[in-house]
Structures are given as structure tokens and as C-alpha cells.
């Protein structure tokens, strides 16, 4: 082959999704990122729910929240009337939040890598169930002790438009749609970016089932 079937034969092949998208100057999202991992991933989270089962929250103006969620790692993130907080232990059981499974760990350290953020060290893992019509209202990611490391999002079951907006409430929002195996990591410059989640719609995810799951990594200490 001479160097200009090379070039024809290349231009003819379809193209290729972009695996890593960057959607803020340091945000990207990492499409289908987690899928080699699941296999590893989906025991390790029923041992985690075993230990601390989903339940949902009120927020501190006493709305209950409609994602249910869990925790693994050194510090657990919760509400209730008095705030939000991390706390060690987790309040339904009283028992300290599950350890952090070494593939979690494993995932987390090697997404934030591929977007540009090496040593990452979590130390929490918030995991949210959605059901359909569930959602996340726009909020900042600011109960940690420090905004120098960046936050891991893995997305797991049915689709989500995922709201990725500015430092302030009312600025416009990108809509980010996120898949089963997609990852949204950021920080730095973007770390304290409102975001948030549209309500989940109606549907069947073949592994899943009738949900989304959303890990979010952060070091909150
Ligand atoms: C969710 N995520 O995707 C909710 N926070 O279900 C978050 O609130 C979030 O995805 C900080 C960073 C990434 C996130
Ligand atoms: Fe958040």
C-alpha cells in the first residue's frame, strides 16, 4: 500500500467518539471509563449496601432528599435538620461507614489521572440511587476541608442530564448527558462549580435495571 491508500483507507473508517471530553477548563468527561471495571465494581458495591443500606436524607430546611444514598470510606457524607456534614460513623447504624473497596480506590485514582489529576487520594465515596423522577437540584461541592483535590463522578444505569453550571447559582448550565460507565471528573479552577442532576426519566437499564447509581469520590478531609 503507498502512503495515499494509507490516507484514503483512514479517511474512510468512521470516526471516532472522543473518549475524553472536556467540558470546563479543567472538567472533563470520560466516556465509558468505568466499564472495565464492573465486573469488579457491582460485588464490591452490594458488600458496601449489605453494610450500609441506601436511605434517604432531609436537608437541613427539611426537604427530603428523592436520591436515596449510602457511603464508604473514612468519612461518610450526611445531612439532616442540624447541617451537613462528613461524619465517621454512619447515623442509621451507628457502625463507621463500610472501608473504601480497593477497586473503588483503584477507579477513582486512575479517572482523575486521565483527567490530568495525578495522586489522588479519596477518602469518601458518596453513592446516590435515583430512581425515575428522581433528581439533584444545583448545589456547590463544599463540605470538604480543602478544594485542592478534585471530585471523581461515576455513572452507573439508566442516562441522566447532568447540570454543569457556573460559581453562581443563577448562571446558565451546560447539560451534560451521562451514560452507564461515563465519569465526570473536576477540579481546580472548576472545583466549586454549581451542578447538579434533570430528572431521571422512565426506563430499564439491561445490567441496572430501573436506575442510576452515581459514585462521587472526594477527599474530604
Ligand atoms: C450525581 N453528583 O451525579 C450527583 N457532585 O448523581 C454530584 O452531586 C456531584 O456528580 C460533585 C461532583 C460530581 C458530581
Ligand atoms: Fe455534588
Not at 439533584?136 to 480543602?146: C, F, I, P, R, V
Request: charge should be neutral; glycine fraction near 8%; charged fraction near 20%.
Amino acid at each position: 500500500m503507498n502512503p495515499t491508500t494509507l490516507d484514503l483507507f483512514a479517511d474512510s473508517e468512521p470516526e471516532q467518539q472522543p473518549r475524553r471530553e472536556q467540558i470546563g477548563e479543567r472538567s472533563y468527561v470520560l466516556r465509558g471509563f468505568a466499564l472495565p471495571w464492573l465486573e469488579r465494581l457491582l460485588p464490591a458495591l452490594e458488600a458496601v449496601l449489605a453494610a450500609a443500606p441506601f436511605r434517604h436524607m432531609v436537608t437541613p430546611g427539611g426537604f427530603t432528599m428523592s436520591a436515596a444514598m449510602s457511603s464508604c470510606g473514612t468519612w461518610g457524607w450526611t445531612t439532616d435538620r442540624s447541617g451537613y456534614r462528613y461524619s465517621r460513623h454512619d447515623p442509621q447504624t451507628l457502625a463507621p461507614w463500610p472501608d473504601m473497596p480497593s477497586v473503588f480506590f483503584e477507579l477513582a485514582q486512575a479517572a482523575a489521572l486521565e483527567a490530568g489529576f495525578a495522586a489522588f487520594v479519596p477518602d469518601s465515596c458518596l453513592i446516590n440511587r435515583y430512581i425515575p423522577g428522581a433528581k439533584m437540584s444545583l448545589h456547590q461541592d463544599k463540605d470538604e476541608a480543602s478544594y485542592a483535590a478534585p471530585i471523581v463522578s461515576v455513572s452507573l444505569g439508566l442516562p441522566a442530564v447532568f447540570l454543569f453550571g457556573g460559581f453562581e447559582r443563577s448562571h446558565k448550565s451546560q447539560r451534560v448527558p451521562v451514560f452507564h460507565g461515563d465519569i465526570v471528573v473536576w477540579g481546580g479552577v472548576d472545583r466549586l462549580r454549581y451542578h447538579g442532576v434533570l430528572p431521571i426519566k422512565e426506563g430499564r437499564h439491561p445490567q441496572m435495571g430501573e436506575q442510576r447509581i452515581n459514585f462521587t469520590f472526594r477527599t474530604a478531609q
